[in-house]
């Protein structure tokens, strides 16, 4: 009874905890010049968006590239792999096949919001830009965001049997260095407080490009910062970016790592970090000048949400999933009268496997089934339990994924009555997670046409 009592007061502790940080989290919203000055909002709201320039482009996310010279076995190896569910070994395959067929399909540019290395070491960059090269060769244009990964990341080690030793992480000049061919070089506008910057690859058409991290809080003795953020320097620097942009009558798009919107109902409420700090606020100005389509990464899924602010502005959040998760997805997207025509290709086939697109779902699978049982370990489940309970969480997840869920016929949770009591005290914590997760949020996610003059 003690040690019951003991892991309850832990557990209790745990969500007070995750109570404060969410306070925290959210604490003191930005206030922005369109909410304090009357006529800056009347100025703005009597500007008619204009209709976004007929283009076609691809969007990439989280393509964590990793230079298997730091090792590829041992221990330490796979320990890592085993708290997490990325295809590290095959990430260059993976990228190389998407990039091919980039190149056959030929869009104008390229957007790539973050997470472009597992976690940020020098020798994974220079993988990446010899790739983005490719690209760069056959007249496509690429444009990159950092993601949380990327920069500062006391992760990146090199790994030697049972041990792991520090390797060399990118800084924020070493960014900019590396991928001035990328983005930067074209810039018509940078943040001096961040890796943000704008560009215009089209007459009429600006793209913010927003570095949403916090690597500059990172410290190299603790985990890296996950989750977003836009500091008030940079925040004013983008209001006052999006003002010139309305005046000037330029269509505009942004893209960046961090969610500006939820992708499920419990979104805030589970994963934040997965969020930019203030989103909804942050969401709402986006909107009220006129960004009608973001682009983001980081949760590694494939999907889009929409909202409607008060103001009757909207923004779509078109989420790209991971090359090194299943399915491996990238997208086209071609604007055309005011329609966003988005389609979804997969990585189906790379030199390592005959099968990829069924080892990918198997490996992305056993993550998740992995990674959920380290953690329920944690709250002291059974193996019997864990057994039962980490399918359930994998298939919620992979059909996020996937995208455009469809609630299974079957049981999407677990039967209480078949476990032991810290298995039904982690199920009813997540059972909301799960139900959640399966209830996919207007519009559609993969092909779709979006209405980028009136909205849903």
Same mark, same amino acid.
């Given at each position: ?7 309850? #007061?832990?557990? *209790? ?21 369109? %909410? ?24 990439? !996310? ?37 990039? &091919?067929?980039?190149? @056959? ?5 390229? +957007?790539?919001?973050?997470?472009? =290395? ?9 993988? *990446? ?8 060769? !056959? ?15 006391? &992760? ?12 060399? !992480? ?10 001035? &061919? ?43 910062? /996950? ?10 620097? +983008? ?37 930019? $700090?203030?989103?909804?606020?942050? #969401?709402?100005? +986006? ?8 682009? =983001? #990464? ?25 090359? @090194? ?8 997207? =071609?604007? $055309? ?43 002291? /489940?059974?193996?019997?339990? %864990? ?21 299974? $016929? ?25 139900? !959640? ?11 779709? *046409? ?7």
């Amino acid at each position: 009874m003690k040690k019951y009592l003991y892991s309850f #007061g832990i557990i *209790v502790i745990i969500l007070a905890v995750i109570g404060i940080y969410r306070l925290v989290y959210y604490e003191n919203p930005p206030y922005f010049l369109y %909410q304090k000055n009357a006529s800056l909002y009347d100025e703005i709201v009597s500007i008619k968006p204009p209709q976004y320039p007929n283009i076609t482009f691809a969007t990439l !996310s989280d393509i964590h590239i990793y230079d298997k010279n730091l090792g590829n076995s041992g221990e330490a190896f796979q320990a890592y792999l085993d708290s997490d569910r990325k295809m590290l070994l095959e990430s260059e395959h993976i990228l190389k096949a998407a990039i &091919d067929d980039i190149i @056959v399909k030929k869009p104008s540019f390229v +957007l790539i919001s973050g997470d472009l =290395t597992k976690d940020g070491e020098i020798l994974s960059h220079h993988i *990446v830009v010899k790739h983005l090269k490719r690209l760069q060769d !056959s007249n496509i244009h690429v444009y990159v965001v950092p993601g949380n990964h990327d920069i500062n990341n006391s &992760d990146a080690k090199r790994f030697n049997g049972n041990y792991t030793t520090p390797v060399p !992480s990118a800084n924020k000049e070493d960014f900019t260095s590396m991928y001035h &061919d990328f983005g930067y070089q074209e810039a018509i506008s940078k943040d001096t407080d961040s890796l943000s910057y704008i560009i215009e690859p089209i007459d009429g058409l600006w793209i913010f490009a927003l570095d949403t991290n916090r690597y500059r809080e990172n410290v190299a003795t603790k985990p890296p910062i /996950v989750g977003g953020k836009l500091y008030d320097t940079t925040l004013e620097w +983008l209001e006052n970016q999006l003002i010139i942009a309305n005046k000037q009558g330029k269509a505009i798009l942004a893209f960046f790592h961090h969610g500006v919107l939820q992708h499920y109902d419990k979104n805030e409420e589970f994963y934040p970090e997965y969020l930019l $700090q203030h989103y909804k606020h942050i #969401g709402e100005m +986006l909107a009220f000048y006129n960004v009608r389509l973001a682009f =983001t #990464g980081h949760f590694h899924a494939n999907d889009i949400s929409f909202f409607r602010f008060q103001h009757g502005k909207f923004i779509y959040d078109v989420e790209t999933g991971s090359l @090194v998760s299943a399915p491996s997805p990238y997208r086209f997207i =071609t604007l $055309q009268d005011n329609r966003a025509d988005i389609s979804t290709f997969h990585v189906t086939n790379i030199s390592r496997h005959e099968n990829f697109a069924a080892f990918a779902r198997n490996y992305t699978k056993n993550g998740f089934e992995t990674l959920a049982k380290n953690i329920m370990e944690s709250y002291w /489940v059974s193996k019997e339990d %864990q057994e039962y309970i980490a399918p359930f969480i994998s298939k919620a997840f992979i059909a996020h994924y996937y995208g455009d869920e469809i609630v299974p $016929q079957d049981e999407i949770l677990p039967d209480s009555s078949k476990l032991g009591l810290f298995g039904k005290i982690v199920l009813s914590l997540k059972k909301d997670l799960i139900i !959640s997760i399966w209830n996919d949020i207007n519009p559609a996610d993969n092909n779709v *046409v979006l209405d980028v003059e009136n909205g849903l």
